[in-house]
């Protein structure tokens, strides 16, 4: 048997006989690597372990030696880097799913629950920031990848609405007048980019003590609870109450994404997943540390 790491998502398993089947990892491409890789005095000994455990290492090999980027080994056109960033394994330190993940286990861990906790950690000015900065990544992602999932929680609609409801709070919108207006041009807006826009268009200053757009948290809280059941089960083998192994919890995470899916962007419940979460979270004793 041989320990091995996956430095791109982190996930530790064994070949051989071990407790997690390299065959329940066939989603997104995990990169062998031994637990102690930081020592380069040993990449050639453990190079040839994994060669004895049947492990392809040629491309591997200059990852380990170079400390480089792992886009760096392939070819610009290389298909397996789709694959890696559709997945979203790419060696990031601002990796969305991790980074949502430990925010949402964070907020979790609030005896008064994630809405308290949300609203205590982040100001207005941290959900202005955050979603515009959301909304430039969606412009960038959209042109490569139109049906990546993201769009689901922050939908064009839900962007809207979201800064829509900034207006309000805005200190540096004129008159009454003036916000209609700012406001029907967001509505406006047809496309991620032209939304974009419309918002870099105006000063934005807020007062501290405003409260965060309601639209906002549903928003996060539908990423958040998603994106952290995708990572504690595929990647930490929790098994959600009522289902027998990862494929059953996964299949479970997907109807319940598929059932909010089909109501208009404005109307998904992004609760009822944040819902499983903490349910499950609770059921199986689960304890996620960062």
Not at 20 to 39: A, C, F, M, S
Not at 61 to 66: G, P
Not at 164 to 191: G, M
């Amino acid at each position: 048997m041989v320990d091995v790491r996956c430095p791109v998502c982190n996930s530790s398993f064994v070949i051989g006989n071990g407790s997690v089947p390299t065959t329940e990892l066939k989603d997104g491409i995990h990169y062998l690597v031994p637990q102690t890789i930081r020592n380069e005095n040993k990449v050639t000994s453990r190079l040839n372990t994994l060669r004895e455990a049947g492990v392809d290492v040629e491309k591997l090999q200059n990852l380990m030696q170079s400390n480089d980027s792992i886009k760096d080994i392939f070819n610009e056109d290389d298909p397996i880097l789709e694959t890696i960033g559709r997945h979203g394994f790419l060696r990031n330190p601002e990796l969305f799913r991790r980074w949502i993940t430990a925010q949402t286990f964070r907020l979790l861990k609030d005896p008064l629950g994630w809405t308290h906790a949300a609203r205590k950690r982040y100001d207005i000015k941290y959900a202005f920031k955050q979603t515009k900065k959301e909304l430039e990544l969606l412009c960038k992602l959209y042109k490569k990848n139109p049906n990546d999932r993201r769009f689901s929680f922050f939908s064009l609609g839900s962007l809207k609405v979201i800064f829509s409801e900034l207006t309000v709070s805005n200190r540096y919108t004129e008159d009454f007048e003036t916000r209609i207006n700012f406001r029907q041009t967001i509505k406006d807006a047809v496309t991620y980019e032209e939304l974009l826009s419309v918002i870099n268009s105006k000063k934005w200053q807020f007062n501290k003590y405003a409260k965060v757009p309601v639209e906002w948290l549903n928003c996060f809280k539908g990423a958040g609870a998603y994106y952290t059941l995708q990572n504690i089960i595929r990647t930490h083998e929790m098994v959600l109450p009522n289902c027998n192994n990862m494929s059953e919890s996964l299949a479970k995470v997907e109807e319940l994404y598929s059932k909010i899916m089909s109501y208009t962007p404005t109307n998904r419940r992004w609760d009822l997943m944040l819902s499983l979460l903490v349910s499950s979270v609770k059921a199986t004793h689960f304890e996620l540390k960062y």
